[in-house]
């Protein structure tokens, strides 16, 4: 009896300097409290010795962002060129763009100002303003739109792919999603917000050639903004990195035992609201990308197809959904124990 009770308090204390380790490389606790308790109630029933759990590896680095960029060519017209163009309401604008400030405005006002220069060039080609030009100034005209028109969806990438808050979201410096971080950012809820960004965003991208659509400078920058709060996207592929590491951990140790052994009713709250969670933004960030009318990249066709990918077999998602339905297989040959109250309440603390 005492020595059953020594054995189980070292395994405690094993498993307590196990996450200190874990922490040090980078794994949060928190993030690892549902499946050190989840691995524990295993052990415990199955009568085995504590699950090794390894860390798993951090996301691959985001492709620098030169390399996800096109080359946009400068359009330059003559101040007298472009005052011939004056009825087309657009020298107020260039004159602004081509200021101090307008020259070092971030990729968001840039890509506003060339939607607006745009639509103004567009609508006032079907005006009866060319018909009042001159044959080279009407020939200007045209070029001009035809140009602009030409690179606007060149523009929109450049301006969401240059951004620091895109940028951002794939930091490799995050960590994966605690249970109560993830519960706040469960719909509805906290990835609410973050999600109608990523919506308004493809909203502009699906738009931009629509005349009549009006853009809003300080709606964009507070999208913008919401991005830039917290990494989601490199949380969420952590966290399924994290959940597809601990399955599969715990489904190796469900093969070295055989039934009649019963198995802890297995709380799945947690698991549930990444799934949820993981699926809702890897779904819009890849609409987001996919309403452009350009081919990517190829720099960023390859991460995406590793990292975001929800079809690729080895990116998280699917590596993820693998796991999980190998688990649950393996517990079938198992019938449910009671629960056991201290793991119950370790999994279920965050709900």
């Not at 400030?101 to 607006?116: D, F, M, N, T």
């Not at 906290?190 to 999600?195: Q, T």
């Not at 949380?235 to 599969?248: C, F, G, K, P, Y």
């Not at 489904?251 to 198995?263: A, D, G, I, N, S």
């Amino acid at each position: 009896m005492i020595h059953d009770t020594l054995r189980r308090g070292l395994l405690f204390t094993l498993a307590g300097f196990w996450l200190l380790g874990l922490t040090g490389c980078g794994q949060g606790s928190e993030a690892e409290s549902v499946w050190q308790a989840y691995h524990q109630a295993l052990s415990q029933a199955l009568d085995t010795a504590e699950i090794e759990r390894s860390a798993p590896p951090n996301i691959g680095a985001f492709p620098e962002r030169q390399a996800l960029l096109f080359d946009i060519n400068e359009t330059r017209e003559s101040l007298l060129n472009v005052y011939a163009l004056r009825e087309c309401e657009i020298t107020s604008l260039i004159a602004a763009r081509n200021n101090q400030l307008g020259r070092v405005a971030p990729p968001s006002q840039q890509w506003l100002y060339e939607r607006e220069l745009w639509q103004r060039l567009s609508l006032c080609w079907n005006t009866d303003v060319p018909r009042e030009l001159s044959e080279e100034n009407r020939d200007r005209l045209r070029d001009i739109t035809l140009t602009k028109t030409a690179q606007l969806p060149f523009v929109s990438w450049n301006a969401i792919f240059d951004s620091r808050e895109w940028e951002k979201n794939f930091s490799r410096a995050s960590q994966p999603l605690s249970a109560s971080e993830l519960n706040q950012l469960t719909p509805p809820g906290g990835l609410d917000n973050a999600l109608d960004a990523l919506r308004y965003l493809r909203q502009m991208v699906l738009h931009q050639f629509d005349r009549q659509w009006q853009q809003d400078s300080s709606r964009l920058e507070n999208h913008l903004k919401t991005l830039q709060e917290r990494p989601i996207t490199a949380e969420v592929l952590r966290s399924l990195m994290l959940a597809t590491q601990r399955l599969d951990e715990a489904t190796e140790r469900l093969k070295t035992v055989q039934p009649p052994h019963c198995l802890p009713e297995w709380d799945r709250s947690y698991v549930a609201q990444l799934e949820q969670s993981a699926f809702a933004w890897l779904k819009e960030i890849n609409r987001l990308v996919d309403s452009h009318p350009v081919t990517p990249p190829a720099q960023w066709q390859r991460y995406a197809h590793a990292w975001l990918s929800l079809d690729a077999p080895d990116a998280p998602w699917q590596s993820f959904q693998r796991a999980l339905k190998t688990h649950q297989a393996a517990r079938k040959g198992f019938s449910s124990c009671r629960p056991i109250a201290s793991v119950k309440t370790k999994m279920t603390s965050h709900s």
